[in-house]
């Protein structure tokens, strides 16, 4: 009896941790999801050749947004509000050294950082 016991015990630890998996996957893809989603609102990019930064607006209205630039050890290099108007870009002039950079753009909605590589 008490083999049986243990085994019950031993199958239900096993499921319950499967479950826990499982639900801890659905709740990243949907979390991974909603950054693809923001990130498809707001796309920015690195012209190299110009030296600025571009904010384009894909959404349906206008935004407010906070824009800032950090390098690698998390300094502030600049920083911008901006407004920008639905289906527009915002050009951001800066000339960066070689190196790795963050971007944080912000508004009262959604709030997208990436990283890109300045060569």
Known sequence: MKKLTLIFCFICIVFSGISQNSSSDSLKSVFAANITQQSELVNVFYDALNDKFVIENNTKQPHNFNFGIYNITGTLIKEIQCEIQNGKNFDVPIE??????????SDKSLSITKKFIIR
């Open 96 to 105: 960066l050294n070689s190196g790795l950079y963050i971007i944080n753009i």
